[in-house]
């Protein structure tokens, strides 16, 4: 979703502010734009489209000045054009928005009345008349922008400009994270500290219902009455390295083949590889005392909950109640708090992830977050934090934070299992032992399995429609597959529990419509491979995703079959996701694709 950036500056700030834009692509963004003060005189570049574009204007007309904010627009309110591109002006304001103002139709309606004329179609523009307003009618900028905060509803991240202000930018967070960068003598703010990385790595993170003023050398923070509050600085561990695309020719790539190394020094925070038992987890939430856990997230996040849903039942005897965050959060669920919420989010700042946590907290519940971000507002607002230790995800596909997610939820369920006297200590050391090898196996998979899914990639790239089926944890592996698979090669894809086949998806089965089927050979592997003759009967194309007992079995022919090792069925999700994810990513990279930044998606979605 939108990247936000902005310097008070000592030196010319366009080409900064511009890569510093650069770092933010992956949250993704269909326009972009840059404004600075120079000799008392606000000016701006935008254009519509990636940042080339903006960097091609830049060129031609250079943009002088020491301060400056600067924007990628992921649009909401309005087309992906320059018009609607920010930063926006009015009568010497600048500003620009991540987020939704909510009321910005009756704000509007009050503005043109006054005389207002609009330029674009976006809610942010309100914010930069209101501002104008106030100044007009006499008050100060620090009281225009706190009448303005008083205004305006909904989630935000506001930066604003005043072109008779040259040292002076202003800003608040209602949502959307800001985080601002002291820096020698210049001062910065920015979407996140990676955006920041190159020019400083302290950083102070402001929290919901912040102003916050800075200037060359200092950072005021106030509440939206002027009252001052404070908010410490904290030195961040991000670098600009960590945005490299390294020898991968994109960031999906680099995140695949990540993640062995990611997944051993992640699971080194859940278990003992030595005594091989699960580690004390966050003491906030007492898995032995549950009456069940209600669990929610979106897309991939939502996914990885719904294999974690199977193991806590399954390991735990846990009851999971779970739920797409758009759902949940207005579904008036009757919960209780004998039972804890977890919330799964890899940004950490996901709006619907948010609301479900806020509900279910107001519901009394202790709150846990699985969570890639741990200075994400969810995890602010959690009671326990279970961290997925996933490093910067940049690929707006998930993968490794996926996986991570996968690890810890495994980790989770067995050390609930051990809680609640129902793993015993041997299968908790048996299944600790299938974890730790875990890492071993990926890598093994994903360098043995690469030039078979390239290649099959060639052929999956000609077909409009691809059905995925699975039983059991492979269940949500195959709508995971789907999602991967349709977000970033934009060919359409449904997921399916297998044994829903004949409940309507049957009837497309013909010559055109391959059929991915994940099946381990696990308890579910007789009744899945039923549904497979059943696609074959009809001229169904198969794909099989199985391993080597379960290669031996089956007799069916199919147009592929991948043979991963035979591994527990613990480890199987994490090992099985890596087929689905090569799969995605080579058939969308032979179409052309822009992988990393998929049309029309973003990677921390913090509007509803
Ligand atoms: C798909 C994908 C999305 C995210 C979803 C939740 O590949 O990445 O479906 O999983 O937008 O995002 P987080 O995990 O940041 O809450």
Redesign the pocket.
Request: charged share 15%.
């Given at each position: 979703m939108c990247g936000i950036v902005g310097i008070v500056g000592r030196e010319p700030v366009a080409a900064r502010l511009v890569d510093a834009l650069r770092r933010l692509e992956y949250r993704g963004y269909d326009s972009a734009g840059v404004a600075t003060i120079h000799e008392g005189k606000l000016d701006r570049r935008r254009a519509e489209g990636k940042l080339f574009n903006l960097e091609s204007k830049l060129a031609g007309e250079l943009l002088p000045g020491t301060i400056g904010i600067a924007h990628t627009r992921w649009a909401t309110h309005g087309v992906p054009n320059e018009e609607n591109a920010h930063p926006h002006f009015v009568e010497g304001v600048a500003v620009v928005h991540n987020g939704i103002i909510e009321n910005f139709s009756e704000l509007k309606d009050e503005l043109i009345v006054d005389g207002a004329v609009f330029t674009s179609q976006t809610d942010t523009e309100v914010v930069a008349h209101l501002l104008a307003k106030y100044t007009r009618e006499g008050l100060g900028h620090r009281e225009a922008m706190l009448a303005m905060l008083n205004r305006v509803s909904g989630a935000y991240a506001l930066v604003v400009m005043f072109q008779d202000d040259p040292g002076t930018i202003l800003s608040a967070r209602f949502g959307p994270p800001l985080a601002i960068g002291h820096g020698k003598g210049e001062m910065f703010l920015g979407s996140d500290a990676i955006a920041l990385s190159p020019f400083t790595n302290e950083i102070t993170y402001l929290v919901d219902g912040d102003c916050a003023i800075i200037t060359h050398d200092r950072l005021e923070v106030m509440d939206y009455q002027g009252r001052p509050v404070t908010r410490k600085s904290q030195i961040s561990q991000a670098t600009a390295f960590m945005v490299d695309k390294g020898n991968h020719r994109h960031f999906m790539e680099k995140e695949i083949y990540e993640q062995p190394e990611i997944i051993s020094h992640a699971l080194g925070h859940y278990v003992d590889f030595a005594s091989h038992t699960v580690k004390a987890t966050d003491k906030a939430i007492d898995f032995s005392k549950l009456s069940g856990l209600a669990i929610s997230?979106?897309?991939?996040?939502?996914l990885a909950g719904l294999v974690g849903k199977y193991w806590f039942e399954r390991y735990a005897r846990l009851p999971v109640e779970i739920d797409v965050a758009s759902e949940f959060r207005y579904r008036e669920l009757p919960l209780s708090p004998t039972q804890a919420a977890l919330f799964?989010?890899?940004?950490?700042?996901?709006a619907d992830?948010l609301a479900s946590l806020r509900y279910s907290k107001d519901e009394g519940l202790k709150i846990g977050a699985i969570v890639?971000v741990r200075e994400s507002t969810i995890a602010r607002e959690s009671d326990a934090i279970f961290p997925i230790l996933a490093g910067p995800e940049i690929g707006?596909?998930?993968t490794k934070?996926?996986t991570c997610q996968l690890a810890v939820l495994a980790s989770l369920s067995i050390a609930a299992g051990r809680a609640r006297g129902t793993v015993s200590e041997a299968d908790e050391k048996a299944m600790v032992k299938h974890l730790a090898e875990m890492p071993r196996i990926m890598s093994r998979v994903l360098n043995e399995i690469q030039p078979q899914i390239e290649a099959l990639s060639r052929d999956l790239s000609r077909f409009k429609d691809v059905l995925y089926l699975g039983r059991g944890t492979s269940y949500p592996l195959a709508m995971e597959g789907a999602?991967?698979l349709k977000?970033i090669s934009y060919i359409h894809a449904e997921g399916y529990a297998a044994g829903e086949l004949k409940h309507g998806p049957i009837a497309l089965i013909d010559e055109n419509m391959p059929v991915i089927v994940i099946a381990p050979h696990d308890r579910f592997f007789e009744k899945t491979v039923s549904n497979m003759q059943e696609v074959a009967a009809r001229g169904g194309k198969i794909i099989f995703i199985t391993d080597e007992k379960g290669a031996a079995a089956s007799k069916l022919e199919t147009l592929a079959t991948i043979t991963l090792p035979n591994v527990d069925e613990i480890i199987a999700p994490m090992i099985f996701s890596l087929p689905i994810q090569l799969l995605a990513y080579h058939t969308a990279a032979i179409l052309g694709a822009d992988v990393d930044q998929p049309r029309n998606?973003a990677?921390?979605?913090t509007v509803e």
């Open positions: 997230a979106c897309g991939t996040a939502y799964i989010s890899q940004s950490g700042e996901t992830t890639n707006v596909a998930s934070a996926f999602l991967k977000e998606l990677k921390s979605v």
